[in-house]
């Protein structure tokens, strides 16, 4: 084989490698999204409007900040 032929080769090789690390990066951040996003259809709408409504404000606004940073941490 020629040189060139070889660098060629190295070249392809090694964009098929940034490719590979592309698509787990991509699926990484799918499997986020996919469990963001199952967390937050959990969450029971009719829990957090009885905390909203009867819990002390304090309490209330202690809690929800822990759940949206929750979210926007996963």
Same mark, same amino acid.
């Given at each position: 084989?020629? *040189?060139? !032929?070889?660098?060629?080769?190295?070249?392809?090789?090694? $964009?098929? +490698? =940034? @490719?590979?690390? *592309?698509? !787990?990066?991509?699926?990484?951040?799918?499997?986020?999204? $996919?469990? +963001? =996003? @199952?967390?937050?259809?959990?969450?029971?709408?009719?829990?957090?409007?009885?905390?909203?409504?009867?819990?002390?404000?304090?309490?209330?606004v202690?809690y929800?900040?822990?759940l949206?940073?929750?979210?926007?941490?996963?």
């Amino acid at each position: 084989m020629s *040189m060139d !032929m070889i660098e060629i080769l190295e070249i392809m090789e090694e $964009q098929r +490698r =940034e @490719e590979e690390y *592309m698509e !787990m990066q991509f699926n990484d951040w799918l499997d986020k999204v $996919q469990k +963001r =996003e @199952e967390f937050i259809n959990s969450i029971d709408l009719a829990e957090i409007e009885c905390i909203t409504s009867y819990w002390k404000p304090t309490e209330a606004v202690r809690y929800l900040s822990r759940l949206v940073t929750m979210i926007v941490t996963m």
